[in-house]
């Protein structure tokens, strides 16, 4: 009532009162030096009252893209490529990686490989108030490479060339006092390059180590050859199949920039091996997150355009998961399977004596593996000629004239066989086809091929040929099937795989690419 109060709990000494001092007291060290700054810091220091703190400076570095080819982005836009050049996006890369390193960068205008243009662009560089300046491009022996003559003009070139792969004709320099850097051109060797030179270099401007990443160790999914005397830095898909994180290797080529925008890891093979045994265990950098990796659904097996299209309806639908694939051929994925490495085998294998679809190779290359097949897609197979088709090809008998370039597919693929098949029906000599040994590893490989005038024909399907405006000659149309391994298939991840293979917007996605029949689409077929 008015007059009365009841305590209905006790309070014990000192609660809900704040002890001056709780916290923090003078003289008391809020942060070493040498310490980056966070979130939480930031707070501590204003709950202190310091409101300004002396830090280090944030290092800069002048990027110079060089080349004569280049073109810069920005002047491209809506405008087709001439013929010879390419748009400079090294710098790009590197800009965005002296960022994550802590530093500041500015990028220059792209210089012609003229020496004299080259060195004045260095000397005002060095001149500047920056702590760094990368060169890229021309750091090798080519005629119309300048760096390393720009570097001895100008300072003192330390070393050119390094025992890595890619990223062999790195320069390293001064010049006026600061570091200068050869940057190779081709991109997956700029980024290797600068990981390995410059990364640790402005940690170190900045008092701090370079963190390292985190490591796992992997089984390679084949064996990798690589050469005595260079330690590779191989990029690699990863996924956990099992209880073991299988590795594929992604193209090695130093200018495939997607092997880096795909990669999960990297393995660095010593320069004192000659690769990785199959089956052996490796250390693996990673560039994803474990978990990610944990929930990875594994594709060896058949190329097909779908599988980009269904990677990404998967990861939209259920953002927990992703796919990646590999591309060895139909066989191969039937291989992995048998080995354990993949949960699925895309294959379109023709059984010649039967004229059916994969059963009978299932049959009797894994007859003791368990695996449930379910249709992705019916595909026209055919052949892709260059628009217009200028040589006149009408069909699989025109391979022999002498005038034609065939581009193939490898040994052991689905495409390799139907062809090797259509060609013995014909009565056809494979040794007789010009190009027939020349070998590609996916459809859009092929296409690409016929694009740039390499080759004059290849065996593909149809939707590599719509894609880049190609002309394509119908051959046969042709079951095209996934292969799941029965011990993961009532996992989360494949059944949600197959969820989104079944529904509607997949679907119409897959029939906007042209050539694909989806009447059994995620039908269990055996």
């Keep these: 009532d008015e007059d009365r109060l009841e305590i209905q709990a006790s309070a014990y000494p000192w609660q809900n009162v704040r002890k001056l001092g709780e916290d923090m007291v003078a003289t008391e060290l809020l942060l070493p030096q040498g310490h980056r700054i966070n979130a939480y810091d930031l707070g501590a220091l204003v709950a202190g009252g ?70 004045a662009a260095l000397t005002e560089a060095a001149a500047s108030d920056c702590q760094m300046v990368i060169l890229n491009a021309g750091s090798s022996s080519g005629s119309e490479d300048y760096t390393f003559s720009a570097v001895q003009a100008l300072g003192q070139v330390l070393v050119h060339g390094v025992t890595i792969m890619p990223g062999k004709p790195t320069i390293l320099g001064v010049v006026q006092g600061k570091p200068v850097i050869g940057n190779p051109g081709y991109p997956v060797s700029a980024t290797i390059s600068f990981e390995q030179f410059a990364r640790p270099v402005l940690y170190k401007m900045q008092g701090l180590l370079a963190p390292e990443r985190r490591k796992l160790d992997v089984y390679p999914a084949r064996s990798f050859p690589s050469k005595l005397g260079q330690e590779e830095f191989l990029r690699v898909n990863l996924g956990q199949v099992g209880e073991k994180i299988i590795a594929n290797p992604l193209p090695r080529g130093a200018g495939t920039i997607t092997s880096l925008t795909r990669a999960d890891g990297i393995i660095r093979i010593p320069g004192n091996v000659e690769g990785l045994n199959l089956n052996e265990p490796v250390p693996a950098e990673l560039l994803r997150d474990e978990q990610v990796i944990a929930r990875t659904v594994v594709v060896v097996g058949s190329h097909d355009n779908t599988l980009d299209l269904l990677g990404n309806f998967f990861t939209l639908s259920f953002p927990r998961f992703r796919l990646t694939s590999s591309n060895v051929g139909s066989t191969g994925g039937l291989m992995a399977l048998k080995r354990g490495i993949a949960h699925l085998a895309g294959s379109h294998l023709l059984d010649p004596e039967t004229g059916e679809y994969n059963i009978p190779d299932i049959r009797r290359l894994i007859p003791d593996v368990p695996v449930k097949g379910v249709n992705l897609v019916f595909r026209q197979q055919g052949l892709i000629l260059p628009k217009g088709n200028p040589k006149g090809i009408k069909g699989l008998e025109d391979l022999t004239r002498p005038d034609l370039m065939l581009i193939n597919r490898q040994a052991g693929s689905g495409t390799r066989i139907l062809l090797d ?58 079951r095209y099937d996934l292969i799941i391994s029965e011990k993961f298939w009532e996992e989360e991840k494949i059944q949600a795989l197959l969820k989104v293979i079944r529904s509607k917007d997949f679907q119409q996605a897959v029939r906007g690419l042209g050539g694909y029949d989806l009447t059994q689409t995620g039908q269990v077929i055996f």
């Design 421 to 478: 098949f259509r060609l013995k029906a014909l009565g056809i000599d494979p040794t007789a086809i010009r190009g027939y040994e020349d070998e590609e590893f996916t459809h859009m490989a092929v296409a690409v091929n016929v694009l740039s005038g390499r080759a004059d024909v290849g065996m593909g399907i149809y939707a590599a040929a719509k894609a880049l405006d190609l002309d394509f000659i119908p051959v046969v149309q042709e």
């Design 50 to 119: 310091i409101f300004r703190v002396t830090v280090k400076k944030r290092p800069k570095v002048i990027l110079i893209p060089t080349g004569s080819e280049l073109l810069d982005w920005a002047d491209l836009q809506g405008k087709p490529l001439p013929p010879g050049k390419v748009p400079e996006f090294n710098t790009l890369i590197l800009s965005g990686l002296v960022q994550e390193s802590g530093g500041l960068s500015e990028r220059r205008g792209i210089i012609k490989d003229k020496p004299e243009k080259i060195q």
